[in-house]
């Protein structure tokens, strides 16, 4: 619906999209809104004047629900539609243009940020959350912490429709991200370079450094040449931008989107302006034709964003000279170091490829090699722009290391390289005393120095078996840790998690299987102060210890990923006296565990579980049967059974009540899977897997006589 495309050649399946008529129109309205009062009945000719505002375009229905679900019914609808109705511009803007003014003010500048990533680009919501904090979007409100003001924000974008969630499952879970569709994010980019808030670069057009807060450079035509036409053309660009010093308080970089006017009203824009937007292009009229969304392997763009507040700039120039293994700052540079002057970021530094060519980003730079023209750019921004509070560098090529001069942005706060070769991690690090996010994941980063693990502001901490030190800093305010591997000869004692009161999410992977995880883990999840606000837990480790499960530590956790041998053996010495100690715990995979059917029968004593994945190796029976007993797993809704090799299913009476949702993968032609009583899931099996559902034998099951009364030793049980 973004526009009218013509058939291409040598294509004979084609499918035309038109507009909703007006029973359609409403009838998506009201699922998106969810109401239970029937409208027609407040307002008049409601079909009549939906459809007239929207004319049935899918994404103008779904921006109003959102925005009208904020509303007070019916009087503030009834506003809200007439002020839509006397619109003259492009029905798709106005309805922008009004979504975007109803949203809170810390909304607005969250939501601004999108226009500076790249368009049908998919981000993870925790990462955006960390961006958002960097920036300084967020601050802790009511008792709640940065990180959960910024989900709720999130929500909030959501609830109203302006972002999609798109939710990805995997053997861990599911993990969230978000996008948003490609009429917004032009929208965006519209109103954040009418704010200043962003300048967008594309082609060959030169952008203005007067007023410049962020610049995103961004290549839609060429996925190998986006860099190579950049960066040389942005360096002559920097070259003539001369450099003042900056005056004032550094720290108190402002990041909303409106401030405040001298008499403390905000530089909003009144909604009876509305016909003065910007319009978009492409919203549905047949305007302009872009395209398909099959096609986002075709962009590539580079994001290098900017923020100066009070649009200074610094005079100078500085040079990095190594010593002893000391960097220095001297006042006199030397011309084939860098140019004679460079841009002072203050606050993001972004640079994105998509897709990735085997590993390698292909483009021709100024010394011969790609990567060292990129590494010689980000080493020249680096030495100059100090205040940078946010750098992303995805899937481009820097070389084995990061530069040194990274210890001179001290300001900074996030840094995530990610999706490239990058080794190693300068000592200089040490320096970042604000460093808040650390984001390496994709890389083969596994060793960190060791000072890193002594600043005190780190909040998340991402990789792929990062070595985590035995002895650590004063890390109260470590809320992430992924995903780390012990000392291979110490180990962990106590004294590593000690000071890591809040910590939230936690996942051990053991490099060499060799049980040192195991032991050291067990040292920690045997205190029963330690890992106490602990919400996630992901153990990729051999012999996993059984007080995983037994100790009280843990009685917060709602979700855990065990991927290992568990240690049954400890499991049938203490017998039946054992208890679960999961009274939250909503989620639960299981891979190469091999655990036995008195082990399940356990785990169906969870009161909040809902979600359990039994995937390859998770299960040994000597009977090659699995059942869920009578009464076991009340509040189960997901049930995923992967390649386990069992022959016979059953689940019996009473057994699964909650269940919606059974899935069997990779399981062996002759399974048996007898089902007890009439169940809702049978029907989705029949319409996904007609094999598995034809090996089902339905057990009926005899109806309850009315006034039978339970026997003494039923009620005694109960």
């Known amino acids: 619906m973004q526009g009218i495309h013509k058939r291409p050649r040598g294509v004979h399946e084609w499918i035309e999209l038109k507009c909703f008529d007006k029973e359609k129109t409403s009838s998506l309205f009201k699922q998106t809104v969810c109401m239970e009062e029937k409208i027609e009945d407040q307002m008049k000719d409601f079909d009549v004047v939906l459809h007239g505002i929207t004319k049935g375009l899918p994404l103008a229905i779904v921006l109003l629900s959102g925005l009208i679900q904020t509303k007070e019914y019916p009087n503030e609808w009834q506003a809200v539609f007439e002020h839509l109705k006397s619109k003259r511009s492009k029905r798709l803007d106005s309805m922008l243009a009004m979504c975007f003014d109803d949203l809170p003010h810390d909304l607005k500048s969250c939501f601004l940020y999108f226009a500076a990533l790249p368009m049908n680009t998919r981000i993870e919501a925790h990462t955006l959350v960390c961006m958002w904090m960097a920036e300084g979007f967020l601050r802790p409100k009511d008792g709640r912490t940065m990180e959960k003001i910024g989900r709720i924000y999130l929500r909030e974008l959501i609830m109203r429709h302006l972002v999609k969630l798109v939710k990805t499952e995997n053997a861990s879970g599911v993990d969230e991200f978000v996008a948003v569709h490609h009429k917004v994010h032009a929208f965006l980019q519209h109103e954040a370079q009418e704010a200043s808030f962003v300048d967008i670069h594309n082609g060959d057009d030169i952008p203005s450094f007067a007023t410049t807060r962020r610049l995103s450079l961004q290549n839609y035509t060429d996925k190998y040449a986006a860099l190579s036409r950049s960066l040389p053309k942005l360096r002559s660009i920097l070259s003539n931008f001369q450099l003042e010093d900056v005056e004032g308080d550094e720290d108190n970089v402002e990041s909303e989107y409106y401030e405040e006017s001298e008499d403390g009203e905000e530089d909003s824009k009144e909604e009876g302006d509305m016909e003065a937007e910007p319009k978009v292009e492409g919203d549905g009229d ?75 980003l292909r483009c021709c730079g100024e010394q011969g090699s790609p990567q060292a023209s990129t590494n010689l750019f980000i080493k020249e921004m680096l030495q100059v722009s100090k205040f940078l509070r946010v750098i992303s560098l995805q899937g481009i090529e820097i070389g084995e290391s990061l530069p ?93 998690f000690e000071k890591m009161v809040h910590l939230q999410s936690l996942h ?211």
């Open 286 to 360: 047949g305007e302009i034709e872009v395209e398909e969304e099959g096609e986002e392997d075709e962009n590539n763009e580079i994001v290098l964003c900017a923020n100066n507040e009070n649009n200074e700039v610094v005079e100078g120039s500085y040079e990095i000279t190594e010593e002893e293994g000391k960097y220095e700052t001297s006042e006199e540079s030397k011309q084939d170091v860098m140019p004679s002057t460079m841009p002072l970021l203050s606050n993001l530094l972004q640079c994105w490829v998509t897709p990735l060519s085997a590993g390698l």
């Open 404 to 496: 040194p001069t990274i210890g001179n942005v001290a300001h900074l706060q996030y840094l995530g390289v990610t999706a490239c070769s990058l080794k190693y991690i300068p000592s200089t690090i040490e320096n970042l005393k604000n460093l808040q996010t650390l984001d390496v994941r994709g890389t083969y980063v596994y060793k960190l120095p060791e000072a890193f693990w002594s600043i005190t502001t780190l909040r998340h901490v991402f990789g792929e078996g990062l070595f985590l030190p035995k002895q650590v800093g004063d890390l109260k305010h470590l809320q992430t840790l992924e995903s780390i591997d012990p000392d291979q000869e110490n180990g962990w004692d106590s004294s590593t």
């Open 508 to 718: 051990v992977w053991d490099s060499n299987y060799n049980g040192v995880n195991a032991e050291a883990l067990s040292t920690v999840i045997d205190k029963a102060n330690f890992l106490e606000h602990l919400d996630t837990l992901t153990l990729d480790v051999n012999n996993i210890p059984l007080s995983v499960f037994t100790s009280s530590s843990l009685r917060r956790l709602h979700r855990l990923n065990l991927k290992g041998k568990l240690d049954m053996l400890v499991l049938r010495s203490i017998g039946k006296e054992s208890k679960f100690h999961f009274p939250n715990l909503s989620f639960l995979s299981l891979e190469e565990t091999e655990v036995s059917q008195d082990f399940i029968n356990k785990l169906g004593k969870l009161p909040s579980l809902t979600t359990l994945i039994l995937d390859r190796g998770s299960y040994k029976d000597d009977q090659d049967q699995l059942v869920f007993l009578a009464g076991g797993f009340t509040s189960l809704t997901k049930l995923m059974l992967s390649d386990l090799g069992i022959l016979k299913l059953e689940i019996k009476k009473n057994a699964l009540p909650e269940l919606t949702n059974l899935e069997v993968e990779w399981y062996p032609e002759e399974i048996k899977i007898e089902i007890y009583g009439e169940r809702e899931f049978v029907n989705k099996i029949e319409e996904v897997d007609e094999y598995l559902y034809g090996r089902i034998t339905k057990v009926p099951v005899a109806p309850k006589k009315i006034g039978q009364q339970p026997s003494m030793k039923q009620r005694v049980a109960s």
